[in-house]
């Protein structure tokens, strides 16, 4: 609703600007305005019209570069101020829109930039020679991790090398906050290891913050900004990358043939179990994969790095969590589509994620 408010404001200032032109070229009676306007000057009111209305519809079809309104704006106000005492109120309207356009163009320029890094990501990954998995592959690995990978659908197909993924979900920013809806793309490759995850979280109708997570190279970066403009946070460092690796490797029931690299080492737990260890770029972190006696991934669990108050960091136990029943079949493979993701500390649980998986694509 408020999407459309703002359009029928931004429309009717637009339109207004269609008097300016009818003033100068004498087209009816123009009582609102009283000073009179030069053709050339009335030329620029009809082109600001028209920037006007072509903005607004880029804005109601939802193209992220309807901020190209930006000169209507420029435009509008110097002819305010030409005509103040009749126009005076128009700055209004001109302010609601640079309110508006200003994140609007920053959003952009976060995306493009986000697309610039995966386009590099993406390029980086190695295509090698045809690899069909079989099960020799999976001789020497711990049962349930074999069961998982025939489960999985992958024995027979290639070695999986980049992956799209479109999700949605919920995110909460501290215990006993609210929690706040977002859509997410993330790319992956396997060979090297990476990821770029871009999410925009909606804290309410008013507001966004774009988030950006990435894994490249051994290292790991952190960005939140909210409005796309004011950089709330940037973590990076030896623990961001720890935790970046941690991310990568609990992940892998997204792609599971990348089990089957050798930056990850398997050792048997028990019978629904296995310690996963993965080692690239100088840094090695572990974690416990949880599975049922079908072969399905039930859960994910490691020790990482939280962000307390302050910026003060502490080893805590970090836990992926797979919905019953949240399984999918995409291309062929079976993975988890549903997950939540918690917080085991000292003064209890806290459940700050949960993920739903909507597409996924691999190798195109």
């Known amino acids: ?11 009717a200032h637009g339109l207004i600007h269609f008097m300016g032109f009818a003033k100068a070229f004498n087209y009816g009676n123009i009582t609102q305005v009283t000073k ?3 053709k050339p000057a009335g030329t620029i009111w009809l082109i600001t019209a028209l920037l006007f209305i072509i903005s607004v519809s880029l804005f109601l079809f939802k193209k992220d570069w309807w901020w190209i309104g930006f000169p209507a704006i420029l435009f509008s106000q110097v002819l305010i101020f030409m005509v103040w005492k009749d126009a005076k109120f128009g700055t209004i309207a001109n302010i609601l829109a640079l309110l508006v356009a200003v994140p609007a163009y920053a959003d952009w320029k976060f995306s493009r930039n986000y697309h610039k890094e995966t386009t ?3 390029a980086k990954a190695v295509k090698s020679p045809l690899v069909i998995v079989n099960k020799e592959m999976l001789k020497g690995l711990p049962p349930p991790v074999q069961r998982w990978l025939e489960r999985s659908g992958i024995v027979g197909k290639e070695m ?24 997410a793309k993330q790319y992956n490759t396997t ?28 290292r790991g970066n952190m960005l939140v900004k909210p409005f796309a403009l004011f950089t709330a946070a ?25 089990a089957l690299n050798n930056y990850i080492r398997w050792e048997p737990v028990d019978w629904l179990s296995a310690k996963a260890t993965m080692t690239y770029g100088g840094i090695t972190a572990s ?11 039930t859960g994910f669990e490691a020790m990482r790095y939280y962000v307390r108050d302050k910026g003060k960091t502490s080893l805590e ?19 988890p589509s549903g997950i939540e993701v918690a917080w085991k500390l000292d003064r209890g649980d806290f459940t700050w994620l949960k993920l739903e998986m909507e597409e996924v694509r691999y190798d195109e």
């Open 287 to 297: 974690g416990i994969f949880h599975f049922n006696a079908d072969g399905d991934i």
């Open 191 to 218: 060979d090297p290891p990476a990821f770029a995850w871009k999410a925009q979280i909606h804290p309410s109708p008013l507001m966004f913050i774009d988030g950006r997570d990435k894994y490249e190279e051994g």
């Open 1 to 11: 609703m408020l999407r459309y408010f703002f359009a029928l404001i931004l429309l």
């Open 120 to 122: 590099a990501l993406l």
């Open 36 to 38: 009179n306007i030069s």
């Open 317 to 335: 136990r970090w836990v992926v969590t797979i919905l019953p029943g949240a399984y999918k079949e995409f291309e062929g493979i079976r993975i």
């Open 160 to 183: 999986i090398h980049k992956i799209e993924i479109t999700q949605s979900g919920e995110i909460k920013q501290k215990p006993g906050a609210k929690w706040f809806p977002f859509k």
């Open 234 to 258: 940037n973590a990076k460092g030896v623990e961001t990358d720890q935790g970046s690796m941690l991310r990568y490797l609990g992940e892998i029931g997204w792609f599971p043939s990348a």
